[in-house]
């Protein structure tokens, strides 16, 4: 791993922000710079799902990261790669009608976006109807729904419902739930998996989705 | 001393002096719910039973059957489902009626902190906190210089829409000869400030509405034999700034960024978070008060941050709480498995601790002997359980937390919209299974 990695992987802000600088200075292309820093939010998202890192480091990650958007801006591409489809998605996330929580949405994605992930975030207080458009336009195969409440339970299951009916319409989808939830509500909702942490979410989406190849452009990362 | 106030306090509280009680079933039904609670705190005698007091948020308006956007604006009604509740289902001690926040309150004063039926959410769904950074990552030594001047100034002024003129007011500690007066009052001439505090005293009158129609159920409930759960209410100084001022991912970043801001800030709002923790339960004559723990639970910060950033801080007010006399109900969100070892540091039958996720074998062997347990039955199995896997649930739970005293049967979390026969699952496993 080179340092510029490696100072993302120790959420050393100030050294990954010189190390960009003289990066570019080296005459490095800021695609490569992107990469190097994307195989330090790797080993961030590695360290969080064996426990060494927490929320509060992922977090800090992605703001890092953000930083060095910012940084290298003016020298990236702004067409996407060719083949990619501003609106094609692996994932479409969101949280569920009636509820306005989306901090554990954001951690989510983001991570499932350092894995290379091309994520289509609904928001939140998403219809049902909403979320079956959102698949048809995107052609996602994996639906992630986000609750907090209680009362959102059945708003999650209304909207796996929904999905399972316009089947025929849709690409298979599978559908992942997270936030407030267990076997039980998987089971009353009738998704396919559930989750509590993020870490979880992007493992069972890899399994489902299998590895994505690492584009490392722009486009694949740059919302993050 | 503060072993002496608390006897006091608790005593005073159990003896309910200042209540009508209508009858004197009523009055010798409080003293014993009371007693207890009283007993399962002290950790010096094991209580008649397990006591049960679950925590209910909305569950009394969907009981009888109004939406969270009835029990916002209409007061009388819920003031009836609140009663409804606690007498058909008689929980040892009750949540009060506050958690139905008064809509139309909200509504005159523009509130941006939070969304509400009606005001972003639909009507049958509870209210909820619209998170952002209110306060920004450079405002820290405006806090930390002087807190209230921070929260008239600048902080109201972004919560509240009809305040926002607020902004332009001057600071009062600069009113100090005469020839230094006036000026600080040229302000309140300014015609948006005049109409900010028109819509203050407006809502001024709403909230004393709201308020003695919580009060008088406070009144009819305690006067038919039923104990209030809290007094007083306060928070961890990192919540304050972290749930409501610079928000989770603000908060996250200071701890990276400017550590020695935050521990500032923290420290200046300790004393703040006691003075409300203990003027708020005084003047209910109520020693529990309940601190909300939201952003140290496990998985959030590493055991250094929580040992750095977050526990000192809410250990000098659990503290300080407990120097008053008071009873500090700490409700721990989410997991606090990690966090056992560095919270038992507290003196004995001092405090509450209701626990969501955590292991409560673990839990009573590690704090057992310190604090009263609560919990923490899940709040997904009593939205999608049978009542009988919760009197299962139930009573492994009082088997394991309940043995030797010392602990209150409560759900996990704040209760909504559940069956009613989960409810009365609940209730009644304390009755059938947590005789001493």
Request: charged share 25%.
């Amino acid at each position: 791993m080179g340092s510029l990695s490696l100072a993302m992987a120790e959420l050393d802000e100030k050294r990954v922000l010189e190390l960009v600088k003289i990066a570019l200075l080296e005459g490095k292309s800021p695609l490569e710079i992107v990469e190097e820093c994307r195989q330090g939010l790797k080993v961030v998202g590695e360290r969080y799902s064996w426990g060494e890192y927490f929320l509060s480091d992922l977090i800090m990650s992605a703001e890092i990261f953000q930083e060095v958007l910012r940084v290298l801006e003016p020298y990236l591409p702004i067409s996407l790669p060719s083949g990619e489809q501003p609106n094609k998605a692996d994932i479409v996330f969101g949280t569920v009608e009636g509820d306005i929580h989306d901090i554990g949405k954001n951690i989510t994605i983001s991570l499932l976006r350092c894995e290379g992930f091309r994520v289509y975030d609904a928001g939140v207080d998403i219809p049902p109807d909403v979320f079956v458009s959102l698949l048809q336009e995107t052609g996602a195969k994996v639906l992630a729904l986000s609750a907090l409440l209680t009362s959102s339970f059945e708003a999650m299951r209304r909207t796996v419902q929904l999905v399972r009916m316009m089947a025929p319409k849709l690409p298979p989808v599978r559908i992942i739930i997270g936030g407030l939830v267990n076997e039980r509500v998987c089971q009353y909702v009738g998704a396919d998996a559930w989750v509590r942490e993020a870490g979880e979410g992007v493992a069972i989406c890899r399994r489902w989705l299998g590895m994505r190849v690492v584009r490392g452009q722009a486009g694949g990362l740059g919302a993050l | 001393m503060a072993e002496e106030r608390q006897e006091r306090m608790l005593a005073l509280w159990a003896e309910g002096q200042n209540i009508q009680f209508v009858n004197e079933e009523a009055k010798r039904a409080y003293k014993e719910r009371a007693i207890r609670l009283k007993d399962a705190i002290q950790l010096k005698k094991v209580p008649d039973r397990v006591p049960v007091c679950p925590l209910t948020g909305l569950f009394p308006a969907y009981y009888a059957g109004l939406t969270i956007k009835d029990a916002m604006y209409d007061y009388e009604r819920t003031a009836a489902a609140w009663q409804k509740y606690v007498l058909d289902f008689q929980p040892d001690a009750y949540i009060g009626m506050f958690l139905a926040p008064p809509g139309r309150f909200f509504e005159v004063l523009d509130y941006r902190l939070y969304r509400w039926p009606g005001r972003g959410t639909p009507p049958h769904t509870s209210y909820q906190c619209f998170e952002a950074e209110y306060m920004k990552a450079e405002e820290y030594d405006i806090l930390i210089q002087d807190p209230s001047d921070f929260w008239i100034r600048v902080y109201l002024p972004r919560i509240f829409g009809a305040l926002k003129s607020w902004e332009k007011l001057a600071p009062f500690t600069e009113v100090l000869e005469i020839v230094m007066t006036c000026s600080s009052f040229l302000p309140f001439g300014f015609p948006e400030v005049q109409a900010a505090f028109q819509a203050v005293f407006e809502a001024g009158k709403e909230a004393i509405r709201w308020a003695s129609i919580v009060s008088s159920v406070d009144q009819a409930l305690q006067g038919q034999g039923f104990p209030a759960f809290f007094g007083g209410v306060t928070k961890a100084p990192f919540d304050i700034i972290g749930d409501t001022l610079r928000g989770t991912h603000g908060i996250m970043m200071d701890m990276y960024r400017r550590p020695e801001k935050l521990l500032k800030a923290l420290d200046v709002l300790t004393p703040l978070a006691i003075r409300m923790g203990v003027s708020s339960a005084k003047s209910a004559g109520h020693p529990l008060v309940f601190i909300p723990l939201h952003k140290g639970a496990d998985g959030f910060l590493s055991d250094k941050q929580f040992r750095t950033f977050y526990w000192p801080t809410l250990k000098k007010v659990i503290m300080g709480l407990i120097e008053e006399g008071l009873v500090p109900f700490l409700f721990a969100e989410g997991g606090y498995n990690s966090r056992l070892e560095i919270i038992c540091d507290l003196p004995k039958g001092k405090t509450v601790w209701l626990f969501e996720h955590t292991d409560m074998a673990r839990a009573k062997e590690v704090l057992g002997d310190v604090a009263c347990l609560a919990g923490n039955v899940p709040i997904t199995l009593l939205t999608l359980g049978t009542p009988q896997e919760i009197k299962d649930y139930c009573k492994h739970l009082i088997n394991l937390a309940g043995k030797g005293g010392g602990f209150i049967l409560s759900s996990g979390g704040v209760i909504d919209k559940i069956n009613p026969e989960n409810m009365r699952a609940l209730i009644e496993s304390a009755k059938e299974f947590g005789s001493y």
